[in-house]
């Protein structure tokens, strides 16, 4: 089958490594891809997978791309694309897409939705409340003494979120989101949630509107700096499985939001197929829902897809279909450790075009792969061109032979400016 993967970051990378394992796919693109994604071969014949210069925004491209080229499946891993219903408009043109169509994408689009949504059907979340107004927005967080996250509405790449601890500082949080429109329309209406405190995991479901199936437990490092300082980024670093759940916990955390999320879903007819990814606090409390993303989480996929067993592409199809009450995901028992390397100024401004060396080096070693996100191939180098460049990810029987395994990867890789967290999984160990 012919395959078109919609995206260009580490996810994506690590969606197509996966993908070009399945002995089921004879074509592969990637729209846009970037530099390591066009150096991945397809396992069923050794043809390369072809990247193509459509950015993922751009649907009007992406369905004439698909008309003249015919994919069977078209995978979209990016935020935006869905919320702009790239799967209503291949279904509506007679293509196969995988991902939530436009309504059920909403969940990560917007927060006022997601947050409604959550108070409407009894799922665990902090108290909030939404609002258009700053004035209003203000009182509310002063009730809170200033604790709190405002949120901006709308999507803002990650990062429409400031966490407050003082009536200054959410004053401050709501004029730059509501007033100066740092993150533009995104900010015409915020959430604000009281601040929470625990330790926050991620959780991945995969959904076909009817089931949905849990993956085992991850944990992203969302802070730029050791020991969770500076500022928010896309997420610098991840691991799989996170300790702070086991087998038994996870059920009763994903049943106590995913069940009432998927009866939710039936009685709006909310049809999901795609991955439900909740951002969870562990609270003193019990499991609260910080947020919910419609796809999967990056770099959670890095840790996840090489744990998975499966042909991935049957996932993707019984998710359409509607079949994944009778699919079993099946995980191996190795832990993966994925250390992400950022370019100098990450999560502020970075310069590009900085020449990476020791890729080979560090993809030689066994069971390590660098999945690429901001690279681009320039003349006979790979140069970077985003603010997150790669992400170095190595799976072991143990978690600390993993972390050892990524770190020792790591050292065989430099570009000027090169900084990434060394305490990755630090907080399972
Ligand atoms: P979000 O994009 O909504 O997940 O927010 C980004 C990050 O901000 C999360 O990964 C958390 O680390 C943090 N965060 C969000 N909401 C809260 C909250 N209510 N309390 C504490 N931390 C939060
Ligand atoms: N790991 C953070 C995200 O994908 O939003």
């Given at each position: 089958m012919k395959v078109l993967v919609v995206g260009g970051g580490g996810r994506e990378h690590a969606l197509v490594w996966k993908l070009a394992q399945s002995p089921k796919i004879a074509k592969m693109w990637c729209a846009p891809g970037n530099a390591g994604i066009c150096l991945e071969r397809l396992s069923s014949n050794g043809e390369p997978v072809e990247c193509v210069?459509?950015?993922?925004?751009d649907l009007p491209a992406m369905l004439d791309f698909a008309k003249e080229n015919q994919p069977d499946l078209t995978v979209v891993a990016p935020d935006d694309p869905l919320a702009l219903g790239i799967v209503d408009l291949f279904e509506k043109n007679g293509f196969r897409a995988w991902g939530p169509n436009q309504k059920a994408a909403r969940f990560e689009a917007s927060k006022a939705f997601s947050q409604d949504f959550m108070l409407r059907h009894g799922i665990p979340t902090s108290a909030s409340g939404t609002f258009g107004d700053p004035d209003e927005a203000k009182a509310f967080a002063a009730s809170l003494n200033g604790r709190c996250a405002v949120k901006a509405d709308g999507l803002a790449l990650g990062k429409g979120v400031l966490l407050t601890t003082s009536i200054e500082e959410s004053d401050g949080a709501i004029q730059k989101i509501m007033v100066d429109k740092a993150f533009g329309d995104a900010g015409d209406d915020v959430v604000i949630q009281e601040l929470l405190e625990g330790m926050e995991v991620s959780l991945h479901a995969f959904c076909d509107g009817k089931t949905a199936k849990l993956f085992p437990t991850s944990q992203d490092h969302?802070?730029?700096?050791?020991?969770?300082?500076g500022l928010n980024t896309g997420g610098m670093g991840t691991y799989s499985p996170a300790p702070f759940l086991n087998d038994e916990q996870l059920a009763t955390v994903g049943s106590a939001i995913i069940d009432p999320w998927l009866k939710g879903c039936a009685e709006e007819e909310i049809d999901f197929k795609g991955i439900l990814y909740p951002g969870i606090m562990l609270t003193d409390s019990g499991p609260k829902v910080l947020e919910f993303n419609a796809r999967f989480g990056d770099p959670e996929t890095q840790v996840y897809l090489p744990r998975l067993e499966n042909d991935l592409v049957d996932l993707f199809e019984a998710s359409i279909d509607g079949r994944l009450s009778d699919v079993e995901l099946n995980w191996s028992n190795k832990t993966a450790v994925c250390v992400v390397m950022a370019s100098g100024g990450y999560p502020e401004s970075y310069p590009k075009g900085k020449v990476i060396s020791g890729l080979d080096e560090a993809n030689?070693?066994?069971?390590?792969v660098v999945f690429h996100a901001g690279t681009k191939q320039d003349g006979d180098s790979i140069v970077t061109n985003g603010g997150r460049v790669l992400g170095v990810t190595a799976w072991r029987d143990t978690l600390t032979e993993a972390r050892d395994a990524a770190y020792e990867a790591v050292s065989r890789i430099s570009f000027e400016g090169a900084h990434f967290r060394r305490d990755i999984a630090a907080k399972a160990l």
């Open positions: 210069a459509i950015g993922a925004k969302k802070r730029v700096l050791d020991n969770d300082e030689a070693l066994q069971d390590t």
